[in-house]
């Protein structure tokens, strides 16, 4: 209509100029790779670069009473590698972690070798995997506190012990002791070694398999000649995911050894307590080349980078 007033094609967020005449910045490969790259290393900088960088200048200064003070010391962590309590926690930790990893893997290969090998139907297969992971569903501390009832002195397993007339009276190793501790554990990191080990075997031909068996190989050759070799990417992954959740916790020791035991989170965890944060510093970073030593070696057992190209 002539009485209105027609609003500049600008306004309207449309360009005047076509499309054909804006200029083209072309980006270099090295560019391209920069842009993709940056936000994640923005992210890996500030959530993990800085914070480990932190730890680990704090480890170096002097503290008392009062305060902490900017210092190159290194008698945080000359007393922490001099004192015998810190080699029977790393001990008594990386035991925990070898039989929980032990354990672990024997249930999870398993379970991952059923799912894949003897349930046929694909469907069932995710119908059992997710009934696996329906605990996962719940808060882990809550998964840890419900074994004390459960373990306990006056708990279920002792009352169905004795009702079966297998023993006369409570069992007290079941609760706040080593047991209850990897009992708790390995309900609460044996889906982390399915899922790899799963993942691996589904890559698996089972024609492959049927060669062994027409071939005569027992089932203990198919397993240490066939499968075992082409699985030890998904061994390697869950080994790593295991080890590396043992060795960093603190509340299921806590809980379910009634502090009989110890672990190296939980002599940190009294270092913060008392404001030593220098020689908990120091004790966390520590653990942090420790733990990624024992990486380090599972990951030269198993190029587990060669193996996810495949």
Known sequence: MSGERSLPATS????LWPRSTWPRVRLSPMMVSWFQVGPLALV???????????????????????GIYPAFLLDNYRELLTTPATYRVYVSSLRLAAIVWAITLFLGFNIAWFLIFHVRTAMVRTVLFLLCAIPFWTSGIIRTIAWIPFLGRNGAFN????????THEPLEFLLFSDFAVIITYVHLFTLLMVGPI??????IDPALIEAARDAGAPRWRIMTDVVIPLSKTGIALGSILVFTQVMGDYFVVRQMSGGQSASIVSMLSTEIQAMQYPPAAANAMLLVVFVAVMVAGMMRIVDVRKELVK
């Open 12 to 15: 309207l967020g449309i360009s």
């Open 159 to 166: 009352q169905i012990l004795m009702a079966l007339g297998v």
């Open 198 to 203: 799963a993942n691996s075997m589904a890559k």
């Open 44 to 66: 890996l900088t500030v959530l993990v670069a800085l914070p480990a960088f932190l730890f680990l200048a704090v480890s170096f200064f002097d503290y008392d009473r009062i």
